[in-house]
């Protein structure tokens, strides 16, 4: 048995032993966001073991699992199926208006400003498809959520059973607790941005998006566990698969826990109105109940990210050599050629990764590559022209 099935193997029969000893301590449960972005590129670049530590990992890290593959749980999909799990005991909130306070701020890239308007978005994701209100409140204040950036040893994890330390940068990016506990602990030695999680090569780390975890996150404070839908935020590999927007199965797990409510008083006269037709968007939203919405599809809550202009998107296999060409017919001007991953240069090639030329680029399509590129083309500080490619792997 390798380190990497040890460790796992030690942490699956620790988990199971405080299965049996702690059979009343799911007030105490911490809902882990068990999205490993280290994994990802294990897996995606062809490593057994990383594929061997993403199976142990979900064992270890599921409780609704105890001890059992979720293989073992999965079956054909059917409309309107539950995917979507919630705690054994129910435990929800008793109240809608919930305030939250940031007890400390991420010391990498993101400032105390950029980190409130993320946590506020992936609020108002979940007020926008449930009856909850979200509002901060100053950290002296008494309050629902506590939300804090920490440091691979904090508050209580070395002395609880069930509620980890952090492990540095990458693996464990955040985890949280049930009701009416209301904590979300993130990893302060990640790199948070607000965008969509990547590979950095300038800085040689992931930089992670703190609205998609911090969304994931807030569906476990409300009592929501991994979901067994692939497609749902709350699946316990959604940085994998970069779902982003709350899904059905989401919105009927806060059904089941809070029931299915209309927000306004005004909705039985909209509704007298036709505004159930006439306006559905507007109803969805704030008149689920009166309108009959409650298991219907909700709209996004995300909009799409849309591709830069003169963007050309690529769908290509894994360890397939892409290449890019650019500046050829404009040679002549004497123009410098600038290439950017992500939007940020790149100065260096990368051997068995990409490799920078004058006018062209080539990359080895992977897990770390996945992005977008884009070359300018200056002649001293003008622009004489740019292009762009997104590059996706085939799943």
Request: glycine share 6%.
């Amino acid at each position: 048995m390798d380190q990497v099935e040890e460790l796992a193997a030690s942490r699956r029969k620790s988990f199971l032993s405080l299965e049996k000893k702690k059979s009343k301590g799911w007030r105490s449960l911490v809902g882990f966001l068990c999205l490993f972005p280290v994994v990802a590129l294990l897996v995606l670049v062809g490593n057994p073991s990383g594929a061997a530590l993403q199976e142990s990992q979900e064992e270890v890290t599921s409780p609704r699992l105890h001890g059992v593959s979720s293989s073992a749980w999965h079956s054909p999909a059917r409309p309107r199926r539950r995917r979507y799990t919630i705690t054994p005991g129910h435990l929800k909130w008793d109240h809608f208006n919930l305030t939250y306070k940031i007890l400390s701020f991420p010391r990498n890239l993101l400032s105390a400003r950029a980190t409130r308007r993320g946590l506020a978005t992936a609020f108002r994701m979940w007020s926008e498809v449930s009856p909850f209100s979200f509002r901060e409140v100053p950290r002296h204040l008494p309050s629902d959520l506590k939300i804090g950036f920490y440091s691979i040893n904090h508050t209580d994890c070395l002395e609880s059973l069930t509620h980890h330390c952090f492990d540095g940068t990458t693996g464990e990016l955040a985890h949280a607790f049930f009701p009416p506990n209301g904590e979300i602990h993130f990893d302060d030695h990640e790199y948070w941005i607000l965008g969509n999680t990547r590979f950095s090569w300038k800085k040689g780390v992931w930089l992670t998006d703190l609205v998609h975890v911090a969304a994931h996150e807030i569906g476990h404070a409300l009592g929501l566990m991994h979901s067994l839908n692939p497609n749902a935020l709350m699946h316990i590999n959604a940085t994998l698969t970069g779902k982003k927007t709350i899904s059905q199965d989401e919105v009927w797990g806060i059904h089941r826990l809070y029931g299915c409510r209309d927000r306004l008083f005004l909705c039985p006269s909209w509704a007298k109105k036709g505004f159930c037709e006439k306006r559905r968007r507007l109803m969805k939203k704030h008149c689920p109940s009166t309108c009959d919405f409650c298991y219907e599809f909700p709209f996004p809550t995300v909009p799409p990210t849309l591709p830069p202009p003169r963007t050309k998107t690529k769908t290509v296999s894994e360890g397939r050599n892409v290449t890019f060409r650019c500046g050829q017919k404009i040679i002549h001007k004497k123009g410098k050629v600038y290439w950017y991953k992500d939007k940020e240069l790149l100065e260096y090639s990368y051997p068995g990764y990409l490799a920078l030329n004058e006018d062209h680029m080539s990359i080895i399509a992977n897990a770390i590559n996945e992005g977008t590129y884009t070359c300018i083309v200056k002649k001293k500080e003008r622009i004489l022209t740019t292009y762009s490619w997104r590059i996706r792997l085939k799943h």
